[in-house]
């Protein structure tokens, strides 16, 4: 099969589902000419125009605001937020009226919009460009969250997103954009809250979500050396999440760690040791649930102190293989 | 422009349900028989119904959290309106949102707004479906002169102008935003000014107390915005007779000022012009206050005797399937 980028398949999934539906339409800051900060959006413009790509100036709230409103008169709009930074400033139109105009109107309407943001460090972009607040919006009902982390499951996911009737914050990572993979031509869906289970194991499960997938995946290349048979399971939807595939694999290997980047306190890997534990899978557990994150600091600017703020290949060998010996 | 009988009639109707559902409004809450909180639109009712009034029944509006008036305006069924604020099921919202959600989308109203200046943003995304849609409708926005000082409206006014849209962004100045006066940190000029900085040509303010000026005004607005001459800005200068909320105790003004306004009380500034232009007799006019009071102590009826949401419904509706 064709291999093309993750970049490559967000970018053709948005160009097909505008092809299909003329209520899609892209709004964000410097996707017209430029063709966004990574490029994304590159050739779009010239396809359909200025009237479905439109190039605003710096408003992220502004901008937001105007998608939601766009998607309550049924039209479809995706949103580029240029960095997942910048939702703190988008964050009112999100979190206070997308999320709740459906609920709140008592089902009168709904709010069928996509907010495309990338995340995560590794750039040398430093604080104010390399932050992961996933965990923010899954804490919001009301909203889905997205975080696709190859290029076939960014295409089919980001098509399942665009047609899904509910705002989805849909998660890019930056060092994914340049990744290679198979993915089809045509149009194909993804249904949202179905979790993938990337690498088939038997000793112990990682729980991962976006770059820490890849990272994961690397690290169990590594241990199956050392005769460490590594399950990695990408939730891929984080809300509306899919217990059930979670709950399968730890019963399955009784032995879990989750891995993110975001910052461990308050992240998603809380959330994810609190579903296991309440699950049936409990009683199924070998060792403690394990969590590898985000360092509790900023992301710094420094190649080496950056690099020390997140779990790195090396760090995950060392703390699933730990896992993994350790007997209770 | 001069008025049919008719329209006299109307809009004095719909005078007379606003001044009287946020009257019952009151009087419900004293009585305890609703929680929560509410924001009254008393005195503010001309701005309402002078600006609505140059819609067609598909155009639409989006609002603020003081928008009881604008929900009559826009042609709300009073009883399914009174329902939602007593949170009944059969309310406009099923009870899920209260006075200061109430929406009525198949109405053409996308709803009241519980943060300041939540709408703005919201109605510029509507006026662009409205562009690519090119169904010939415009939309009104409203919003507080609190709201004016917000983030949200400068980057809306911007977006605004950049897409064109047809849209006509109304500030409802009642003077203050809770505590903080309008004047001491702009006049009501000076917000309607920020219509011409922008880029929107047909801003203006008006006298919000009278019908006729906020009707002509916003006419011309929304001629031109249906035209595809893009957005205004409009300020209708009124005052809230009441309080913010249920909490204010009106430290930041003094009676006096209250009852000067009441002078300019736009109920009676408009009977005062049906009389002047023989459009309605006094005893006509008492007749059509009558009527809205009537209407409101039915939709009250309706709203006591409707059902409470079961609690095993809580969850519905959060997503759309």
New interface residues.
């Given amino acids: 099969m064709r291999e093309i980028t993750y970049l490559e398949a967000v970018r053709e999934a948005m160009t097909q589902e505008m092809e299909r539906d ?2 899609v ?1 892209l ?1 964000g800051e410097d996707i017209g000419v430029y063709g966004g900060a990574f490029q994304v959006s590159y050739g779009m413009l010239e396809k359909f125009g200025h ?1 479905r790509i ?1 190039d ?2 710096i ?1 992220e ?15 479809r ?1 995706i949103a580029e937020i240029m960095f997942m930074d910048f939702t703190t400033l988008a964050s ?2 999100l979190v ?2 997308a999320a709740k ?12 919009m996509v907010l495309r943001t990338p995340a995560g460090s590794g750039t040398g972009a430093a604080e104010h460009h390399s932050q992961s607040f996933e965990n923010w919006f899954v804490h919001v ?2 909203l ?1 969250v997205v975080m696709p982390t190859t290029p076939y499951d960014v295409k089919g996911l980001l098509i399942s997103s665009i047609r899904d ?2 705002p989805v914050v849909f998660i890019e990572h930056k060092l994914l954009y340049k990744t290679k993979g198979e993915v089809p031509e045509e149009m194909y869906e993804i249904p949202l809250g179905k979790a993938d289970i990337k690498r088939e194991g038997k000793d112990l499960t990682i729980i991962a979500t976006g770059i820490m997938v890849q990272k994961s995946l690397a690290a169990a290349e590594k241990l199956i050396k050392e005769g460490i048979d590594i399950e990695v399971l990408d939730p891929r939807t984080l809300r509306p999440l899919d217990t059930e595939s979670i709950v399968k694999s730890v019963k399955k290997t009784g032995k879990v760690l989750i891995v993110h980047e975001a910052v461990k306190t308050g992240g998603f890997g809380g959330e994810l040791a609190g579903v296991i534990a309440e699950s049936e899978a409990f009683g199924y557990l070998d060792a403690p649930i394990l969590r590898l994150a985000g360092r509790e600091v900023p992301i710094p600017y420094n190649r080496d102190l950056e690099k020390a703020a997140v779990p790195q290949v090396e760090d995950i060998v060392q703390k699933a293989r730990e896992l993994a010996n350790l007997k209770v | 422009m001069k008025l049919s009988k008719e329209n006299a009639e109307h809009y004095m109707l719909q005078m007379y349900q606003v001044r009287a559902f946020e009257e019952q409004a009151e009087k419900s809450y004293m009585a305890g028989k609703i929680h929560g909180t509410m924001h009254l639109s008393i005195g503010q009712e001309a701005s309402a119904i002078g600006s609505i009034s140059t819609l067609e029944p598909t155009d639409f509006i989006i609002g603020h959290h003081r928008g009881h008036g604008l929900c009559i305006a826009k042609g709300a069924d009073l009883n399914l309106m009174m329902a939602e604020f007593y949170g009944k099921e059969n309310g406009y919202c099923r009870g899920r949102g209260g006075s200061m959600h109430i929406a009525d989308v198949a109405g053409g109203n996308l709803g009241a707004n519980g943060v300041v200046g939540g709408g703005i943003p919201m109605a510029v995304g509507i006026g662009i479906g409205l562009k690519m849609k090119a169904e010939n409708q415009v939309l009104l926005a409203f919003f507080g002169d609190g709201a004016a000082s917000t983030g949200a409206f400068h980057e809306s006014m911007i977006l605004a102008v950049l897409f064109q849209v047809p849209v006509v962004f109304i500030c409802e100045n009642n003077q203050y935003a809770m505590s903080f006066s309008a004047n001491d940190w702009t006049t009501s000029k000076k917000i309607a000014a920020h219509g011409e900085i922008y880029g929107m040509a047909g801003s203006c303010s008006t006298d919000g107390n009278d019908l006729l000026e906020v009707k002509n005004a916003v006419k011309k607005a929304v001629d031109l915005a249906r035209s595809g001459g893009g957005p205004s800005l409009i300020v209708n200068d009124t005052y809230r007779w009441r309080g913010h909320s249920k909490s204010d105790r009106n430290r930041y003004r003094t009676a006096e000022e209250i009852e000067e306004w009441k002078k300019k009380d736009p109920i009676l500034k408009f009977r005062a012009y049906c009389n002047k232009e023989k459009l309605l007799t006094e005893k006509e006019a008492d007749q059509i206050k009558e009527q809205g009071y009537a209407d409101i102590e039915a939709a009250r009826v309706f709203a006591e005797a409707s059902p409470d949401p079961k609690v095993e419904t809580l969850e519905e509706g959060v997503y759309a399937p």
């Fill in positions: 003329s209520r339409f709004i009237e439109l605003t100036p408003t709230l502004g901008l937001t605001g105007a998608a939601v409103g766009a998607a309550l008169i049924g039209m709009p009112e139109q206070n009226q105009l459906r609920f709140m109107f008592g089902g009168q309407s709904s709010v069928p009902p009301g889905k009737n509910n």
